[in-house]
């Protein structure tokens, strides 16, 4: 299995809602992403988890809230999200954290969009 | 520090003609260096990888990318443009050496095929 899956495909959230982004990759790859791509840019970083812990956080608004409950699964959190947070959730994985050993691979995404 | 830029923002070709998707990068260490293509709402997929063996790399579908040191390049080519290689293109430069986990995207390349 060499894919990274992403659920749901789609959502849609209000401002008061709490909602999950899930992530599953099975390739036992140690490190763990998650990016935010807004339309026509590139993706940008949010966290990253390596061996199951924290090890990045890019300033991201505590509106959002990273989870990795084991090896294989990561989640996104939401509560409490703006208009402005609507864009294109990535998760990706690597076999390890440094190079040459971080190639990525992406899931299909989650398009988020908040009323 | 590493920083990726890609040179052409938007790039047409007519079908059956070569594609070059130019790229330069910085780096203060010795490189790895991707290209990713992500079509529209889809995620990224790894078109190819340079890390440290051959100077040219062959990727899928087609794809094949040089690179060069003395000119800080990783440009990508493919001989004959297909209508599904429209796409977004990302150029990636990681860094090796401890500190530097996080990948650095250019700002993208939209390839459009003229029928």
């Known amino acids: 299995d060499t894919e990274v899956t992403q659920t749901p495909k789609h959502l849609v959230m209000g401002m008061t809602n709490k909602k999950s982004l899930k992530c599953e990759q099975h390739?036992?790859?140690?490190?763990m992403y998650w990016y935010k791509q807004k339309a026509k840019k590139p993706p940008e970083l949010m966290f990253v988890?390596?061996?199951?812990?924290?090890?990045i956080n890019e300033s991201v608004p505590s509106r959002f809230s990273p989870e990795c409950p084991n090896s294989s699964l990561l989640n996104l959190h939401l509560h409490a999200l703006q208009p402005e947070d609507s864009a294109l959730y990535l998760c990706?994985?690597?076999?390890?954290?440094?190079?040459?050993?971080?190639?990525?691979?992406f899931g299909p995404g989650t398009r988020l969009t908040v009323l | 520090a590493q920083s990726v830029t890609q040179l052409d923002s938007h790039v047409s070709v007519s079908e059956g003609t070569p594609v070059l998707l130019r790229c330069n990068y910085s780096?203060?260490?010795?490189?790895?260096l991707f290209w990713y293509v992500q079509h529209p709402n889809k995620g990224l997929q790894l078109l190819l990888k340079?890390?440290?063996?051959?100077?040219l790399v062959k990727g899928i579908n087609g794809f094949e990318a040089e690179f060069k040191k003395s000119e800080t390049s990783f440009h990508l080519t493919k001989p004959s443009a297909h209508m599904s290689d429209a796409a977004e293109y990302f150029c990636?430069?990681?860094?090796?050496?401890?500190?530097?986990?996080?990948?650095?995207f250019g700002t993208g390349t939209r390839l459009t095929i003229i029928p």
């Open positions: 990706a994985s690597s076999q390890d954290l440094l190079p040459p050993y971080n190639e990525q691979f």
């Open positions: 390739m036992g790859h140690r490190a």
């Open positions: 988890y390596s061996y199951e812990k924290l090890s």
């Open positions: 780096s203060s260490y010795s490189p790895s």
């Open positions: 340079y890390t440290s063996a051959a100077t």
């Open positions: 990636v430069v990681s860094d090796r050496g401890f500190g530097n986990e996080k990948l650095t």
